[in-house]
């Protein structure tokens, strides 16, 4: 166990922030049951120590690229459930104005690049913003994100040979939960580790428990920090499982009983409030408390995103080309300036609303 | 100030080492576009004036020379990004169709980058050195798409993009790169061809030749035939874009000329020709005096043996074979 992460107050923010993500996934769930949710529902049960833990390594400034698993490094960057939440519901104040579901949200001035459905082709993107950070000499990192599926893809590889080449400052967290939707890894790959791949480009990779938050804020801390300090990209393979189906559409079963149930007995949210317990840090009260704030925040959530009202149809073909004007460089001062076109969301003439100026935001550090 | 008369090829050379003079969020990034100079030379000497971080000399990746291009100018940058050959933008399709046209407007993020790339044939490039890929372009919302036909407009347009805070599809004809007979003076203080506005290249009654790119010369050529040997007088309307489409200029021209022939090196079937001629039928019906005809490579690849790349593009004589036709009703 990291000693940074020792201090009491960041594990019960870790075990919020992960007990936060499996509520607002239950609750999608259910809204998708109810047929509140209109499209496809993907949710990552059993992912929240990667997800979570790798995010909390980060700093103001960073950056991450998640894909569509990736609601925990969401909320612990600071999108705000009531943006999850209005995009799931597809109302018109969603951050992507109705005009997409799912986790396909950013904010770049917060460090949040938007997912697409074809995985794999956001590492690219990844490598242009950490390919900036360089040329602008900054101290900060991209953190990506990838599944066991993305891995097989051109733009994977496209990606990490290019960000080892010019030595960008890149972690790949590659989520690796067994399945492409039903292909096993047995038929996707022919490595024991994924981060066997990190060899081919001559960079650091690490395989590590993926149920095992601590575990995953270790290694993927070791590989921020490599980047940070200018020596290039890392991979950190998280093993873990996604214990649900690739959609709430699909059963999954194809996944053999036993297997699930193993790692179900795995579950990260489980193991790290035992150890919490165990380690007298997580009490009955404030088990309790946290409890009760997470409830809060997602049936406020739910309760905003209800009231907010569906996309005007009358926009259907508008917000196809941004303005002219200038563009601020992201990051630095005075880019937030509402002179630049990409300050503010000028689809609306609104600050991006992504990102939740309020408490939500915690794990930004 | 020396009078040298410059290439179609030396306008984007110069438009993009001005650009990278005025802005320093202006960078280039493709194969060989470094030390090399680029593979048609359009970059020499930008990496000893720029240094290798702005002009970065990339693997063999087009998904990453693209996508890379996209995360740059999400974080405010305006990456020029070069396809050696543009046939090899197929091999980053789904960064421009998926990532950069769609992120604005799902997330409000404006994606300033220009892809461009040598397009076209006549240069015995065979299947894979000779595309004229602005069909798979044309059809995807969120994109523009720029293709001078001259030295000015080259620079002209490429400042223009390369100013635009959008995904722009640059298409540089490789066969006028270096021809001889399109040098021309350009003017010393800094100036743009806004994206969207065509411009009449030879005014006419009889017919109006909507073109684009390398044939835009064809049509001059064929103009000058028809005016000669069959006293038609034929107005060549120049697109430039093609994203934005200057509708305006085209309904002005086929209104006075009420005859209408399209010309494009791209193959016919669903091509740019084929929207036009629809905007055309369904703006300016009881205009037209014939048939809207289209001139088009025919709907087979791009072929290499000379004989074959001859009878494949449209020339200036298909296209007088087409006029006479058209001018007969």
Redesign the interface.
């Known amino acids: 166990m990291s000693g940074k992460y020792r201090v009491k107050a960041d594990l019960l923010q870790i075990y919020y922030f992960m007990r936060l993500t499996r509520a607002m996934e239950d609750r999608t769930r259910t809204l998708f049951l109810q047929g509140r949710v209109v499209g496809g529902v993907y949710t990552a049960q059993g992912h929240e120590a990667t997800t979570v833990g790798a995010a909390m390594t980060l700093r103001d400034g960073d950056c991450i690229v998640p894909q569509h698993r990736d609601l925990g490094m969401h909320l612990v960057r600071g999108t705000a459930p009531r943006a999850v939440m209005c995009q799931w519901l597809a109302r018109g104040n969603s951050?992507?104005?109705g005009?997409?579901g799912q986790l396909?949200?950013?904010?770049?001035h917060h460090g949040i690049?938007?997912a697409?459905?074809?995985l794999g082709?956001?590492?690219?993107?990844?490598?242009?913003?950490?390919?900036?950070?360089?040329?602008r000499r900054r101290s900060t990192i991209v953190l990506a994100a990838c599944g066991d599926g993305a891995t097989s893809t051109?733009?994977f590889h496209?990606?990490m040979?290019?960000a080892s080449?010019?030595k960008l400052p890149l972690v790949l967290v590659i989520e690796n939960n067994g399945y492409a939707y039903s292909t096993p890894n047995a038929q996707e790959f022919a490595l024991t580790n994924l981060s066997e791949r990190a060899a081919a480009y001559g960079i650091p990779g690490e395989s590590v428990d993926g149920n095992d938050v601590l575990a995953v804020i270790d290694a993927v801390g070791r590989a921020v920090e490599h980047a940070r300090s200018g020596k290039g990209p890392a991979i950190v393979e998280c093993k873990t499982f996604r214990v649900r189906g690739h959609s709430e559409a699909d059963k999954a079963d194809y996944v053999p009983p036993a297997l699930r149930e193993e790692w179900l007995a795995k579950d990260p949210i489980n193991r790290f409030e035992a150890y919490l317990t165990r380690e007298g840090i997580l009490t009955p009260e404030r088990k309790a408390e946290i409890e009760t704030r997470v409830k809060g925040v997602v049936d406020d959530a739910v309760r905003f995103a209800e009231q907010s009202p569906p996309p005007d149809r009358e926009t259907v073909a508008d917000?196809?080309?941004?303005?002219?004007?200038p563009?601020?460089?992201?990051?630095e001062p005075g880019?937030n300036n509402p002179r630049y076109?990409?300050a503010?969301?000028?689809?609306?003439g609104q600050p991006?609303s992504t990102v939740s100026k309020a408490e939500e935001a915690v794990g930004r550090r | 100030m020396s009078e040298k008369k410059v290439t179609y090829l030396e306008a984007i050379s110069q438009a993009i080492r001005e650009e990278m003079r005025r802005d320093e969020?202006v960078?280039l990034l493709g194969e060989d576009v470094g030390t090399y100079g680029g593979a048609f030379k359009v970059s020499a000497g930008l990496l000893e004036e720029f240094g290798p971080?702005?002009v970065?000399d990339?693997?063999m990746?087009e998904?990453?020379i693209?996508?890379?291009?996209?995360?740059?100018?999400?974080?405010?940058?305006?990456?020029i990004a070069e396809m050696q050959f543009i046939d090899f933008i197929t091999c980053g399709f789904?960064?421009i169709v998926?990532?950069a046209t769609?992120?604005?407007?799902?997330?409000?993020?404006?994606?300033?980058i220009v892809i461009r790339g040598p397009s076209g044939g006549g240069t015995k490039g065979g299947p894979f050195h000779s595309a004229s890929p602005e069909g798979w372009f044309f059809h995807t919302?969120?994109i523009?798409i720029a293709v001078p036909s001259t030295a000015y407009d080259a620079k002209g347009l490429l400042k223009a993009a390369i100013r635009?805070?959008?995904p722009v599809l640059y298409l540089e004809h490789k066969l006028l790169y270096r021809m001889p007979e399109l040098r021309e003076d350009l003017p010393e203080e800094d100036y743009v061809v806004p994206l969207g506005k065509a411009i009449v290249r030879r005014e006419g009654e009889d017919m109006t030749m909507l073109t684009y790119g390398a044939m835009v010369h064809q049509c001059l050529q064929a103009a000058r035939v028809l005016e000669e040997e069959d006293d038609v007088e034929a107005e060549v309307l120049d697109l430039r874009c093609l994203i934005p489409l200057d509708r305006a200029s085209i309904i002005e021209s086929v209104r006075h000329t009420n005859k209408v022939l399209i010309v494009h090196e791209d193959t016919l079937t669903g091509g740019i020709g084929a929207e036009l001629a629809a905007i055309l039928a369904e703006d300016l019906f009881e205009y037209l005096d014939g048939p809207i005809t289209r001139v088009a490579a025919p709907d087979v690849p791009f072929p290499y043996a000379p004989p074959l790349e001859e009878a494949y593009l449209p020339n200036a004589e298909k296209i007088v074979a087409a006029a006479r036709n058209l001018a007969a009703y």
């Open positions: 951050p992507s104005l005009r997409d396909h949200i950013g904010d770049i690049v938007p697409i459905s074809m082709e956001s590492l690219p993107v990844a490598c242009g913003i950490a390919l900036t950070m360089k040329m051109g733009p496209e990606a040979n290019f080449v010019q917000y196809l080309f941004a303005p002219d004007g563009i601020a460089i992201v990051g880019a076109v990409n503010l969301d000028t689809r609306t991006f | 969020a960078f971080e702005r970065i990339t693997p990746s998904a990453a693209i996508g890379s291009a996209v995360g740059a100018a999400l974080m405010g940058m305006r990456p789904d960064q998926n990532m769609k992120m604005y407007w799902r997330s409000g993020m404006p994606i300033p919302p969120g523009k635009d805070n959008n």
